[in-house]
């Protein structure tokens, strides 16, 4: 097996609490300066793999290369090469901001000579300026993991872990922290990311991994798992009622929104399935016509039989 441009690579990882197995052989590659997304719901593994990774857990079995190096024989080596954000904040909040990650500076030997820039230069990148000498209990939730992304951030690793880190988050906060990762990634960063959230997998990963009761069950891009469930469907919007019921009777399958003035027509995702139903319909009478095909949520339910659940938490404010 070879490591080279791979920031993580898993063979047979296997981990049990008891009798009862919460990771069931599985196997994994990251290549480096990408995002990888562990997609799955509450008690699907995500958060016990990245706990392994991270020297956190001792696996019970696999072979586990993190930055190059295994994860059992090296572990300070792993620890050295990576940051991790994880599920709950790590912030002090009867720190400061400017505190906090001084701290972190402290912990992670940054030189003392390029501490106070360094922080500052932190601040600066994660909106920060204005409240760096407040306590982070005055910090609002977004704030506040704005803040501990910084943490993990200052050493300037080139691994991150990020677990679950817009749970919670309203669509702003999400979108910044989003931004944060796109800018990380373009400066050669690796990141692992664990989401119950199948639109942030959509967004950010170059590969995205399907984690269902410890066994990876799918793997691959998102283009490529939206393609593995076939269909769709074709939506027609009629300028008046008479030519959608027109149309709608030459379609035994179509379902027909008389108020919206909309025609759906079932597609099996191909070119030529999608020809067999335009071929169908008269330009008269129509004002656009638009294709949908299958998403991550699709995706999931096909693979697994259930929805990713994810969690029904109070949006936290920026």
Do not use: C
């Not at 990774?53 to 696999?62: K, Q, R, V, Y």
């Not at 990650?101 to 501490?115: K, N």
């Not at 999931?300 to 938490?313: K, R, S, Y």
């Amino acid at each position: 097996m070879s490591y080279r441009n791979n920031a993580i690579e898993v063979v047979g990882l296997r981990k049990s609490y008891g009798d009862h197995e919460v990771i069931s052989g599985v196997d994994l590659t990251v290549g480096e300066g990408s995002v990888y997304a562990l997609l799955g719901p509450n008690g699907a593994g995500k958060t016990t793999i990245v706990n392994i990774l991270a020297t956190l857990l001792t696996a019970d079995d696999g072979d586990i290369r993190v930055a190059g190096h295994d994860v059992r024989r090296a572990p300070d080596r792993v620890r050295a090469s990576i940051g991790v954000t994880g599920q709950f904040s790590a912030i002090d909040e009867r720190l400061t901001g400017r505190e906090n990650l001084r701290l972190m500076a402290d912990l992670a030997h940054l030189e003392r000579a390029t501490v106070a820039g360094t922080v500052s230069e932190m601040l600066e990148r994660f909106d920060l300026v204005g409240a760096a000498d407040r306590s982070a209990q005055t910090y609002s939730g977004g704030m506040k993991r704005r803040l501990d992304l910084a943490m993990t951030l200052i050493a300037r690793p080139r691994l991150i872990f990020l677990d679950e880190p817009t749970t919670g988050l309203d669509p702003r906060s999400r979108r910044e922290l989003w931004a944060i990762v796109r800018e990380q990634v373009a400066d050669g960063v690796t990141v692992l990311l664990t989401t119950q959230y199948l639109d942030e997998a959509d967004h950010l990963a170059d590969r995205i991994g399907v984690l269902d009761g410890g066994r990876l069950v799918a793997e691959g891009t998102a283009a490529e798992l939206k393609r593995r469930v076939p269909g769709g469907q074709v939506s027609v919007q009629f300028t008046d009622a008479a030519t959608l019921a027109a149309a709608a009777a030459s379609y035994a399958d179509a379902t027909a929104d008389a108020e919206a003035l909309i025609l759906q027509l079932p597609n099996d995702g191909t070119v030529a399935g999608l020809r067999r139903v335009l071929d169908g319909l008269d330009d008269d009478g129509v004002v656009g016509v638009t294709v949908e095909n299958a998403d991550l949520d699709d995706v999931f339910l096909a693979l697994t039989g259930h929805a990713t659940e994810a969690p029904a938490t109070e949006e936290i404010s920026a």
